[in-house]
């Protein structure tokens, strides 16, 4: 079984659209939490860490639900500029850190 | 700032031949790791570092070395490339192992093994 689990897609989305992905995680001593944007042919980037309470950061807002073991990120009003693929990322120990294989996204003109 | 340097972007090597993927970071992070992406798997540990003097195996070590004599140097070493090692290889730190310290990574070496 895999430690993290995603949609792979792609999603496509017009502009302006609200989009949602949701990752599961098979460990439930898992302790951090994070949502990385990779744009082709580049390195993953933090978008943002996930807390326990959920968070915000201007359009994107990543909820965590331990009970049922996943993350979730919403991304409001979609730009061009969000086309990307999304990868979740989770850790138990802090050392060893899990990657899914992505969500793409493709915004819509 | 550099943030995280990786050394060189691209490489293409015959089989057998050794090689060593270099990465530099001046961010005085304690932590440092390899990872490899291929098609459909997402991102796989090689080996990690918690600090200078001390490295660990992660998910997929064979056929990869590792030191970390500096706080700022963690190179990769493949001792006889394969096919199979035929990727594209982040090398990634972080400031420490708390829980909301995250992954920077750089900008990645492609590898061919031909």
């Known amino acids: 079984r895999k430690e993290v689990e995603q949609d792979p897609g792609p999603f496509n989305v017009p502009e302006g659209a609200t989009v949602a992905f949701n990752c599961t995680y098979s460990?439930?001593?898992?302790?951090?939490f994070f949502w990385y944007r990779q744009d082709c042919r580049k390195e993953p980037k933090l978008l943002m860490s996930?807390?326990?309470s959920g968070n915000e950061d201007g359009r994107f807002t990543a909820q965590l639900n331990r009970a049922s073991q996943y993350i979730s990120l919403l991304i409001r009003d979609s730009k061009l500029s969000d086309s990307a693929t999304y990868l979740c990322?989770?850790?138990?120990?802090?050392?060893?850190?899990?990657f899914g294989t992505g969500t793409s996204l493709t915004v819509i003109p | 700032n550099a943030g995280v340097t990786q050394t060189p972007k691209f490489q293409v090597l015959k089989t057998g031949q050794s090689m060593t993927l270099q990465c530099a970071q001046d961010?005085?992070?304690?932590?440092m790791s390899w990872y490899r992406q291929d098609p459909g798997m997402g991102l796989r540990l090689i080996h990690y570092?918690?600090?200078?003097?001390?490295?660990d195996q992660g998910e997929v070590p064979n056929g990869y070395n590792v030191s970390r004599s500096t706080t700022e140097d963690f190179p990769l070493r493949l001792l006889s490339a394969a096919p199979s090692q035929t990727s594209v290889y982040f090398c990634?730190?972080?400031?420490?192992?708390?829980?909301?310290?995250?992954?920077?990574f750089g900008n990645g070496t492609r590898l061919t093994v031909t």
């Open positions: 990634a730190s972080r400031k420490d192992r708390g829980n909301n310290s995250p992954l920077h």
């Open positions: 460990n439930s001593a898992s302790q951090s």
């Open positions: 996930v807390y326990s």
């Open positions: 990322v989770v850790s138990v120990t802090g050392n060893q850190f899990y």
């Open positions: 961010m005085n992070h304690e932590y």
């Open positions: 570092s918690v600090g200078a003097g001390i490295t």
